[in-house]
């Protein structure tokens, strides 16, 4: 075992022991450089049995989290081998593991463990439709910790694999008895997405009931024979989970969430109360459907011919790669027919950001949107977006860029959309860097006021503020000379990047994470005077994040060519900004400006 105090590899100090198995021993420590801690996981080689099984379990568990990034996951940032132990590091997860949360508790509320099913069919989703699918194998309370924010993070992979389809059986069957579906045993043991299935409905079932499944004799009866108030939807949802036979349970996590998320509607008594009130409404609800028939088949039948309208204007405008006048006339008719969907306004700008024509009338000055007649004063790849959303009505009179993006916002979540994509557009591929940053902050505020509380648009909203934030920051220290007023603008600056830094951490999205990491680095770079100077930050706090970010670069993999070149390119930045970093002095730093 590593002794408290120890410093592995030049950097990480143990500061104490959280958790100990047969194998294993995980240390709690902290990164000194960056000022964050880890978990540090240390596998001995000797000493164990079945330690060729136990090395590649190992080795697996390390190689997929390196290439995963999901919110409910831990990241792996670094494997280091010694002559008797491999040290994983990864993300420190703080809290509890489900499996003490019953045993000091006892059965949980069931809203509560229906949350925790869909974050957990969230994951496992997400694993499932990795390429290679990974199957989990082994779900269980012991797996789950529960961080102080109520949210869980899956761990130990040790059991996971990735599947090729192609296989006809496993190599190696594990998993706990009494949560492992049937098929996860037996010499030619076959496991895919629906074993984790099996395994979500066995989780569940001891989280309400608090009835451990792996205590013999490995029987789980109905929910409701154990605890009668429970929700009889929610027991039909365990027993099709944990059917013996995989095609009889859910065939995926997207099936397994629809019904968690309508699990009140499965219920029994909730149908028997639907039913009555029926009842006593059926003769009104029967008039009213022969009245409304004729009107809801016209409606229908519009909006049928209206979408399939909308998406011909789309295929065609992608079929034209290489006629841009015309691909832009396909996005304003698709406009035209519905202004509430989004994709016309995303091609549009994808067009323009990709657009390197050497047309005069192309590449001239932006038009500000929705500042119809004010023009930029710089130019960039966004170039003429306002005549991409002009000229829209049926008869060719131009009716402007506002009315077109008011009814985009009669839907907030597409709007909201629509300026996240613009916001991004300007803060990215703009020319000077203060125009760009000043074009984005409109945008970046339509998308936190009208972004709701969906997946994509709270994700949107949670990185657009940020943006904002630091659009503002920068905004504020150009236009004042006050000493007072610019360290404090450099102090907001700090803490809108320490923002980004975290939100970083959990991003899913390749092409957001990418951004992120540069506009972090450029920040760092760019500022790094200031910082220093300003607001005494230490080489080594800065240097720390620009080693995170270069750590998790090396392990980061994505399928897009477009992405690799970023990535390319960000390492080449990020060598700079540490380059600037180690030239600067520890003294003799210090702020130019006046009180004034």
Same mark, same amino acid.
């Given at each position: ?12 100090? $143990? ?50 989290? &390196? ?8 990241? /792996? !940032?670094? *494997? /280091? ?31 509560? !463990? ?29 797996? $789950? ?20 389809? &192609? ?15 049937? #098929? ?18 066995? %989780? ?10 792996? %205590? ?25 989970? %944990? ?51 004729? %009107? ?13 309208? =909308? ?37 549009? /700008? ?36 306002? *005549? ?78 940020? =943006? ?8 504020? $220290? ?5 000493? *007072? ?40 770079? =760019? ?15 800065? #240097? ?29 930045? $990020? ?22």
């Amino acid at each position: 075992m590593l002794e408290i105090g120890t410093l592995v590899d030049g950097k990480y100090r $143990i500061l104490d022991v959280v958790g100990q198995g047969g194998m294993s021993v995980v240390y709690l420590a902290r990164n000194e450089r960056a000022n964050k801690s880890w978990a540090i996981k240390e596998v001995r080689k000797t000493g164990t049995e079945n330690l060729e099984v136990k090395q590649n379990s190992l080795i697996a568990e390390t190689e997929m989290l &390196k290439k995963l990034s999901h919110p409910y996951l831990p990241a /792996i !940032v670094d *494997v /280091i081998e010694t002559e008797d132990t491999y040290l994983v590091v990864m993300d420190y997860i703080e809290g509890t593991d489900l499996s003490k949360v019953l045993k000091e508790n006892g059965a949980q509320d069931q809203e509560k !463990v229906i949350e925790w099913a869909k974050e957990l069919c969230d994951v496992l989703g997400y694993l499932h439709t990795r390429n290679p699918p990974i199957i989990y194998r082994d779900l269980k309370p012991a797996n $789950i910790m529960l961080k102080p924010d109520g949210k869980i993070t899956l761990i130990d992979f040790g059991t996971a694999r990735e599947i090729k389809v &192609k296989d006809a059986a496993d190599t190696v069957s594990l998993g706990t008895r009494g949560y492992a579906a049937p #098929e996860q045993f037996g010499a030619n043991a076959k496991t895919d997405a629906r074993t984790d299935i099996y395994c979500l409905g066995a %989780t569940i079932y001891h989280l309400v009931t608090n009835h451990n499944p792996s %205590t013999e004799p490995y029987v789980m009866e109905p929910i409701r024979q154990r605890i009668p108030n429970l929700s009889g939807g929610l027991e039909k949802i365990i027993l099709k989970c %944990t059917q013996p036979r995989p095609q009889d349970r859910y065939q995926s996590c997207a099936e397994l969430m629809y019904a968690l998320e309508h699990y009140e509607k499965e219920d029994e008594s909730h149908r028997k109360k639907q039913i009555r009130k029926l009842g006593v409404f059926i003769a009104s609800i029967v008039m009213t459907f022969i009245c409304l028939a004729v %009107t809801v088949f016209g409606y229908n039948a519009a909006e049928n011919v209206k979408t399939s309208n =909308y998406d011909l204007q789309i295929g065609e405008a992608e079929n034209l790669a290489n006629d841009r006048q015309n691909r832009i006339k396909a996005y304003q008719s698709a406009m035209v027919i519905d202004p509430t969907r989004t994709e016309a306004y995303t091609g549009m /700008i994808d067009l323009f950001l990709s657009d390197e024509s050497d047309d005069p009338n192309i590449s001239g000055k932006l038009e500000s949107i929705p500042k119809a007649n004010e023009s930029a004063s710089e130019a960039g790849y966004i170039t003429q977006l306002k *005549v991409g959303l002009d000229n829209m009505d049926s008869n060719n009179n131009s009716q402007g860029t506002v009315m077109v993006l008011d009814q985009l916002k009669t839907v907030p979540e597409n709007y909201a959309e629509v300026c996240y994509k613009i916001g991004m557009a300007y803060w990215y591929e703009y020319t000077t860097e203060d125009a760009r940053k000043t074009e984005a902050i409109s945008w970046f505020d339509e998308v936190v006021t009208y972004g709701n509380d969906t997946e994509k648009s709270r994700y949107n909203k949670e990185l657009a503020e940020i =943006y904002r934030d630091i659009g503002t920051c920068k905004k504020t $220290i150009k236009d004042t000379s006050r000493l *007072v007023e610019k360290t404090n603008g450099y102090e907001d600056l700090w803490n809108e990047i320490s923002k980004l830094v975290e939100t970083s951490r959990t991003m899913t999205d390749d092409e957001a994470k990418i951004l992120a990491w540069e506009e972090i680095v450029y920040e760092i770079q =760019y500022e790094l005077r200031e910082f220093r100077a300003r607001l005494s930050k230490s080489k080594e706090e800065l #240097e720390g994040i620009i080693t995170d970010i270069s750590d998790s670069l090396d392990s980061f993999v994505s399928l897009y060519p477009e992405i690799d070149e970023r990535k390319t390119d960000l390492m080449k930045e $990020i060598n700079i900004a540490l380059d600037k970093i180690e030239a600067d002095k520890e003294s003799g730093t210090s702020a130019p400006d006046t009180e004034s």
